[in-house]
């Protein structure tokens, strides 16, 4: 199993960040199907293979991936579009 973890500053609000977490779980359930769900400021996805949990923090967020044995030759490549979207959304927070 392989993990990926990516942590970056915002200065968003709580509602500017819960619209970017639902942004981001409409992209990922139309590109890659499984499923997501809130609990509180945390936002969780499920995948076969694959887990990811997002922590809206007040002034972070953090996102940490565990990817299954048949796809953790692909962390490197989950690690640098986690980032890419993040410094998309967030800026240079």
Same mark, same amino acid.
């Given at each position: $199993?392989?993990k990926? &973890?990516? =942590?970056r500053?915002?200065q968003l609000?709580?509602g500017?960040l819960?619209e970017?977490g639902?942004?981001?779980a409409? !992209? /990922?359930?139309? !590109?890659?199907?499984?499923s997501?769900?809130?609990?509180?400021n945390?936002?969780?996805y499920?995948? @076969?293979?694959?887990?990811?949990?997002?922590?809206?923090? =007040? !002034?972070?967020v953090?996102?940490?991936?565990? /990817?299954?044995? $048949?796809m @953790?030759a692909?962390?490197? $490549?989950?690690?640098s579009e986690?980032e890419?979207?993040l410094? !998309? &959304?967030?800026?240079d927070?």
């Amino acid at each position: $199993m392989a993990k990926v &973890y990516v =942590e970056r500053d915002h200065q968003l609000d709580n509602g500017q960040l819960r619209e970017l977490g639902d942004q981001l779980a409409a !992209k /990922l359930t139309d !590109k890659l199907g499984g499923s997501v769900n809130w609990q509180g400021n945390e936002l969780h996805y499920q995948q @076969s293979g694959a887990k990811a949990h997002a922590l809206l923090g =007040e !002034k972070t967020v953090v996102v940490t991936v565990e /990817l299954g044995l $048949m796809m @953790s030759a692909f962390a490197p $490549m989950v690690k640098s579009e986690v980032e890419r979207v993040l410094d !998309k &959304y967030l800026g240079d927070s």
